[in-house]
């Protein structure tokens, strides 16, 4: 009876409503709790899924970019382009002068070689015309005197020799005029070719040096002397490193640019395959490229190990010792439209690779590449007749392979050229010989899968043969 507490109507009903109250809040905590825990575990779930079903590797997009270098040392005038202009073949990059030629402008002690070349022409060309008009002299005496000889022979003064003698020198002197004047026109055309460049030579009329390029660059003399570098295919110019009026020296580079015709820079993406995945990537695998949650597009592998990097640092695992990588190409399948942007040179993709899929193998390009000591590079080829696999060198299977398909072309061109023709004549419904064309597909099989067992036995017996050679 001491515990005994009398409660009045009111109270129990509001001791009820916080009984519910907090009733209430235990069930919306447990509901909250659950969703989270369902949450946690989900996403546990598709991780986990995830990684068993794909595979996803770490790599970037490869494209050689063209590196606009000077052959020689120039001085650059003016660049034409900006960084993000299309130029097509034929557009005027930059303008520059010859280095050397500049070198040599600026001594007032040296000539250049041109003017050089002129002064020997014209000297040469001055003593051939005064020799040419000796030598018109002398035909005309030889002629008077070849009168004059006439003349003597007529009444007995001379004998006929001496005129033989005169017209035999009045032949060569002939000669030797003809080929002073070719001479002459020669040396004329190459004194006016000299003329073009710096005709006022070195130094001006009233004795002082000529102006220089860094006085005065739009000089007529030292614009008829600049040079222009065009373009050669289509491209952008992805950045210019030259700023006007400056002085390149051989090898440097004045821009870059990027072709648009991505493939012909050997365009692929570059995959780090560590070697505890190597089992999920083979010659044949297909993977989607992943830029970012927008943009993907599909690829194939090309080369698998043929060369190894160290993993970049970045992209290092804290629980893994081993930092290099076998590097796999893969080649982006055609046909597909994508933005320019996502196949940038250098660009960070994820190359992501089914683990459980049965890929179409190419007869031609085995999953793997094997090496046999003593043999060389093997790739594995199956038995049909025995189910078995068995290591056949890679240059026969190759040598196989080829004039198996060499036959399969070969047989199909026969069977289209023994097939009657089969059109439908005039009014009458189109008909089909499904029964000729099983009956040809069987055969062709058939010849197919002969030639398959005689590969492979034939292999078989190259490799065995080797392999009691090696043991004898």
């Known amino acids: 009876m001491k515990n005994f507490t009398y409660r009045s109507f009111e109270e129990k009903e509001n001791i009820e409503a916080i009984i519910r109250q907090r009733r209430r809040k235990v069930n919306r905590q447990q509901i909250i709790s659950g969703c989270i825990l369902a949450i946690v575990l989900g996403s546990i779930g598709l991780y986990i899924a995830h990684h068993i079903f794909y595979t996803e590797l770490d ?8 590196k606009v270098r000077t052959p020689f040392d120039i001085y650059l005038d003016s660049v034409y382009v900006k960084t993000g202009d299309i130029v097509v073949p034929g557009d005027t990059l930059y303008s520059y002068y010859m280095l050397d030629m500049l070198v040599q402008q600026a001594n007032p002690n040296e000539e250049p070689g041109i003017i050089v070349h002129n002064r020997n022409y014209s000297i040469q060309y001055e003593n051939i015309a005064a020799e040419i008009s000796v030598l018109k002299v002398t035909i005309a005496e030889l002629q008077k005197q070849i009168a004059l000889e006439d003349h003597n022979i007529a009444f007995g003064l001379s004998q006929n020799s001496h005129k033989l003698d005169l017209q035999r020198a009045l032949s060569e002197a002939l000669a030797r005029l003809r080929a002073l004047r070719h001479e002459l026109a020669v040396l004329g055309r190459m004194k006016r070719d000299t003329d073009t460049y710096f005709p006022s ?11 220089q390029l860094y006085d005065n660059r739009n000089a007529t003399d030292m614009r008829r002397a600049v040079s222009y570098r065009l373009a050669s295919d289509s491209s952008i110019i992805t950045e210019v490193f030259a700023p006007d009026h400056m002085i390149f020296f051989e090898k440097e580079e004045v821009m870059a640019k990027q072709h648009l015709n991505l493939e012909a820079n050997n365009l692929h993406i570059v995959a780090y395959v560590p070697i505890d995945k190597m089992r999920y990537v083979t010659n044949n695998s297909r993977a989607i490229i992943i830029v970012n949650d927008d943009y993907e597009y599909s690829a194939s592998v090309s080369i698998l190990g043929m060369r190894t990097e160290l993993i970049p640092e ?31 040179s250098g660009l960070p993709v994820t190359v992501r690779i089914r683990n459980y899929h049965k890929w179409e193998h190419s007869p031609s390009k085995p999953d793997y590449l094997w090496f ?43 069977s289209a050229a023994v097939t009657p023709d089969l ?19 069987r055969a062709e099989a058939k010849k197919i899968e002969a030639k398959r067992a005689a590969a492979s036995k034939s292999g078989s017996k190259t490799t065995d043969a080797k392999k009691q050679t090696n043991a004898n």
């Open 314 to 344: 970045n992209l290092r695992s804290y629980f893994s010792k081993k930092n290099t990588a076998v590097i796999a190409l893969l080649q982006i399948d055609p046909g597909q439209t994508i933005p320019f942007w996502t196949v940038a």
């Open 423 to 441: 059109r439908p004549l005039a009014g009458q419904p189109e008909r089909v010989s499904t029964r000729t064309e099983n009956a040809n597909r």
């Open 201 to 211: 030579g070195r130094l001006k009329a009233d004795g002082g040096v000529r102006e």
């Open 372 to 414: 046999t000591t003593g043999v060389g590079v093997s790739t594995i080829v199956n038995d049909t007749v025995t189910d078995d696999t068995h290591f056949v060198p890679l240059s026969e299977f190759l040598h196989h392979t080829d004039s198996l398909i060499n036959d399969t072309l070969t047989t199909r061109r026969d």
């Open 59 to 66: 790599g970037y997009v490869h494209v050689d970019a063209n």
